[in-house]
């Protein structure tokens, strides 16, 4: 009843190349034994505790919160396919941090807090069945949705990398969404989307939480609605996280699902209470130019000497978020689902903004670094406001760790620790929005072999 399949030909050249993608029902169940464990665990809990599926659960995100939300005591169940990690081989870069293998981080969490976190590998995007005979098993109450290849600049590498992450993402998202009704199961689902659903030009007000009041003129009179945000993608990446706002919109409505989407700010910082807890147990730190984000990467430019890039005047304006808090937010979230039949619960979780030439200024003073203006390959604008409504999370009690110097210095510090690591070729941004733009080198590198 088990199909095997081959997921060679959905990726983009190179990337199926390194690690078969062939698993069986036996990979499904990995940590128990057999599928009576695992139907002795459905529907078992603690008091207050839920069975959570982490989708996405060995990236960035997800793997400090699957630690966070078995810490809280509830039942995690990672699933993953690993394509991150096959990403990883395709470009040829690494984490600056050494990460594990899933199995070896989850013998760790069970060595360090007796807790279980079990894993079930399969391709969201493609493996329906496998999804929803999971859901029919595990009967989780949450879903947590972080399985979606997540960098905009990976995402316009080449019309491979654009088709990739458009059939990626959006068929994660509609498989679950599709296998939640056919379970016929009572589930909340919390995606990670991102602020630039709204986009990153300037909006004149601080943006709301999702909807936008309007007023128009109607046949009997003016008319007051609320809508979804409207939205300005800048990339193919952002492009599928707005066709997954719509079909949230579409599945509340029409079957009543509950559905929470976090609109989430770039996260900055690596680690958590969890991860700290063992080398095992560490997170990625991607500081290459496809996947590191803005702040790592200045952190790790500083360790090595290289400048800090700044793409065209820095004036781009961006929302942040610390992983820490990313990682309270979705709890908050969990703990405070919509109701059946209600709409799409949105929440901006972001803790503050900042213009990035601004954010380069901070590290240079904290650092020493130099600063160099780069090309900008993105098309975007050069300067931009960004002012943003947070006061969902703020009212459910979350406390923003802001973007301090001590806290620079702890992510400065394991920037240098792994220096070692870091291979120069892959920090500056090559991928381009359209042909006529140039790629973010340093001019002491442009010609350099490497480069
Ligand atoms: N990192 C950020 O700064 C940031 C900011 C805003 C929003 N987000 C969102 O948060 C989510 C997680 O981001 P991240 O930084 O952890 O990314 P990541 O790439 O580190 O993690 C994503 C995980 O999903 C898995 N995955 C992808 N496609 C899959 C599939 N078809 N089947 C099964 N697993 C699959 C990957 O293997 C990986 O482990 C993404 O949806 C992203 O858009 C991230």
């Known amino acids: 009843m088990?199909?095997?399949?081959?997921?060679?030909?959905?990726?983009?050249?190179?990337?199926?190349?390194?690690?078969?993608?062939?698993?069986?029902?036996?990979?499904?169940?990995?940590?128990?034994?057999?599928a009576v464990g695992l139907a002795r665990l459905a529907g078992r809990g603690e008091e207050g505790a839920l069975k959570i599926l982490v989708l996405g659960g060995d990236g960035f995100c997800g793997w400090p919160a699957s630690l966070h939300l078995s810490a809280a005591g509830h039942e995690v169940v990672i699933v993953d396919n690993f394509s991150r990690r096959r990403i990883d081989e395709e470009l040829g870069a690494q984490s600056l941090t050494p990460i594990c293998s899933n199995?070896?981080?989850?013998?760790?969490?069970?060595?360090?807090?007796?807790?279980?976190?079990?894993?079930?590998?399969?391709?969201?995007?493609?493996?329906?069945?496998?999804?929803?005979?999971?859901?029919?098993?595990?009967?989780?109450?949450?879903?947590?949705?972080?399985?979606?290849?997540?960098?905009?600049?990976?995402?316009?590498?080449?019309?491979?990398?654009?088709?990739?992450?458009?059939?990626?993402?959006?068929?994660?998202?509609?498989?679950?969404?599709?296998?939640?009704?056919?379970?016929?199961?009572?589930?909340?689902?919390?995606?990670?989307?991102?602020?630039?659903?709204?986009?990153?030009?300037?909006?004149?007000m601080a943006i709301p939480e999702g909807y936008l009041g309007i007023r128009v003129d109607g046949e009997q009179g003016e008319l007051r609605e609320e809508i979804l945000y409207p939205t300005h993608p800048g990339s193919i990446y952002h492009m599928t996280k707005v066709l997954d706002q719509d079909l949230f919109a579409y599945y509340a409505k029409n079957d009543a699902l509950r559905i929470t989407d976090l609109h989430q700010g770039i996260v900055w910082g690596t680690s958590t209470t969890q991860t700290r807890l063992d080398e095992r147990?560490?997170?990625?730190?991607?500081?290459?130019?496809?996947?590191?984000?803005?702040?790592?990467?200045?952190?790790?430019?500083?360790?090595?000497?290289?400048?800090?890039?700044?793409?065209?005047?820095g004036g781009q304006t961006r929302a942040f978020i610390h992983i820490q808090d990313m990682v309270r937010c979705v709890e908050l979230a969990i703990a405070n689902p919509p109701r059946r039949g209600e709409r799409v619960k949105i929440f901006n979780q972001m803790t503050e903004t900042h213009r990035i030439r601004d954010l380069a200024a901070?590290?240079?003073?904290?650092?020493?670094?130099?600063?160099?203006?780069?090309?900008?390959?993105?098309?975007?604008?050069?300067?931009?406001?960004?002012?943003?409504?947070?006061?969902?999370?703020?009212?459910?009690?979350?406390?923003?760790?802001?973007?301090?110097?001590?806290?620079?210095?702890?992510?400065a510090q394991?920037?240098?620790?792994?220096?070692?690591?870091?291979?120069?070729?892959?920090?500056?941004?090559?991928?381009?929005?359209?042909?006529?733009?140039?790629?973010?080198?340093?001019?002491?590198?442009?010609?350099?072999?490497?480069?």
């Open 362 to 411: 901070l590290v240079s003073r904290l650092t020493g670094a130099s600063v160099e203006n780069v090309p900008d390959p993105r098309k975007e604008a050069s300067e931009n406001e960004l002012r943003v409504v947070n006061d969902s999370f703020l009212d459910l009690g979350l406390s923003p760790i802001t973007l301090t110097e001590g806290l620079l210095e702890e992510i």
């Open 103 to 204: 199995s070896q981080r989850r013998a760790a969490w069970r060595e360090v807090s007796g807790r279980e976190i079990r894993l079930a590998v399969i391709d969201l995007a493609a493996d329906y069945d496998r999804l929803l005979e999971l859901l029919r098993v595990e009967k989780p109450q949450v879903i947590v949705h972080y399985a979606e290849q997540r960098s905009a600049p990976y995402s316009m590498k080449s019309p491979a990398h654009k088709r990739y992450t458009v059939n990626n993402n959006v068929n994660v998202t509609h498989n679950v969404l599709c296998a939640i009704v056919e379970s016929g199961l009572d589930i909340h689902l919390v995606h990670l989307g991102t602020m630039g659903v709204y986009g990153y030009g300037t909006a004149g």
């Open 281 to 313: 147990l560490i997170n990625r730190f991607d500081y290459d130019g496809d996947y590191g984000t803005v702040l790592n990467r200045f952190l790790v430019q500083a360790a090595i000497g290289y400048p800090l890039t700044v793409h065209g005047a």
């Open 2 to 34: 088990w199909s095997v399949t081959t997921t060679a030909d959905r990726f983009p050249q190179g990337l199926h190349r390194h690690r078969p993608f062939v698993h069986s029902l036996v990979d499904i169940l990995l940590d128990d034994e057999t």
């Open 414 to 451: 394991t920037a240098a620790k792994y220096r070692e690591r870091v291979d120069i070729s892959k920090i500056p941004a090559r991928s381009l929005w359209t042909k006529d733009l140039r790629p973010g080198v340093p001019a002491a590198y442009r010609h350099s072999a490497k480069q």
